[in-house]
C-alpha cells in the first residue's frame, strides 16, 4: 500500500497556517515520493525573490546514506534527521544572477513580458548586481530562502506532512559534505519533514499591539 495515501491534504488556509507546529518526531514508515517532493518544492518556489532571481537551492536528504552523512553535523536533532520522510537542507546561490538570462527569457516566451521590457530590466539588474558586494548578496539571498523556507513548510501541510526548521546544525560543513562549493552555496536551515508522531507543542506569541506601530 501507498503510504501516502493515508496522508490528509488540506486546502483550509486558515487551518494550515493556524496548525502548524515545529514537529520534532516523525512517523518513520512514511515516505515522501520523489514526485511528491517535486510538487512541494515547485510550489514552494512560487515564493517572490528579489527581481525573481530565484536564489534558493535545495538538497533533499532522504536516503539512509544521505541521512548518515547529514546525523553528525545536525548536533541536538537526531530525531528529526532519523524519523523524517526527508531533510531538506535550504542553501542561497550567490551565482544567482547566472541564470538572469534563462529566467527572464522564459517570461518573454510564456507572453509575462515583452522583449522590450525584458531588455530593459536585464541592463537594470546587471548593473545592479555588478556592484553588489559580497556582504549585500549575502542578506538577499537570505531574505529569499527564508520566504522560500516559510512557503516550503505551508505547503508542506497543505499536503498532509508537517515539519520542523532546524537552524542549529554545522553550517560551515554542510555544503562540502554533500558536494557543493561552501563559497557559492550559503547555508540558510535545514527543514525536516514528514508524517507528524506527535502533536507538537503549541507556543505563546507576542500581542499584536506590542510588536506593531501605527503611524
Do not use: C
Amino acid at each position: 500500500m501507498n503510504l501516502n495515501t493515508t496522508v490528509a491534504a488540506s486546502n483550509d488556509f486558515k487551518e494550515i497556517v493556524t496548525g502548524r507546529r515545529s514537529i520534532k518526531r516523525y512517523d518513520p514508515n512514511v515516505k515522501i515520493s520523489r514526485e511528491e517532493m517535486k510538487e512541494i518544492l515547485t510550489e514552494a518556489t512560487l515564493a517572490p525573490s528579489s527581481v525573481n532571481m530565484q536564489p534558493w537551492r535545495f538538497v533533499v536528504i532522504d536516503s539512509p546514506e544521505g541521512k548518515a552523512k547529514l546525523a553528525p553535523l545536525a548536533r541536538f536533532n537526531q530525531t528529526q534527521v532519523d524519523t523524517s520522510a526527508a531533510v531538506i537542507a535550504v542553501f542561497g546561490d550567490m551565482n544567482n544572477f547566472d541564470n538572469a538570462e534563462e529566467i527572464y527569457s522564459k517570461a518573454v516566451e510564456l507572453g509575462y513580458m515583452p522583449e522590450d521590457v525584458k531588455t530593459s530590466n536585464m541592463k537594470f539588474i546587471s548593473n545592479y548586481y555588478a556592484q553588489l558586494t559580497p556582504e549585500m548578496m549575502n542578506d538577499i539571498i537570505l531574505i529569499d530562502a527564508g520566504l522560500v523556507s516559510m512557503q516550503l513548510m505551508l505547503v508542506a501541510r497543505a499536503h498532509g506532512y508537517d515539519t520542523n526548521p532546524i537552524g542549529g546544525y554545522e553550517k560551515e560543513q554542510i555544503a562540502e559534505a554533500f558536494g557543493l562549493d561552501k563559497d557559492r552555496y550559503v547555508p540558510v536551515m535545514l527543514i525536516s519533514i514528514g508524517k507528524a508522531a506527535d502533536s507538537g507543542y503549541r507556543s505563546v506569541r507576542l500581542p499584536i499591539d506590542k510588536i506593531t506601530f501605527w503611524k
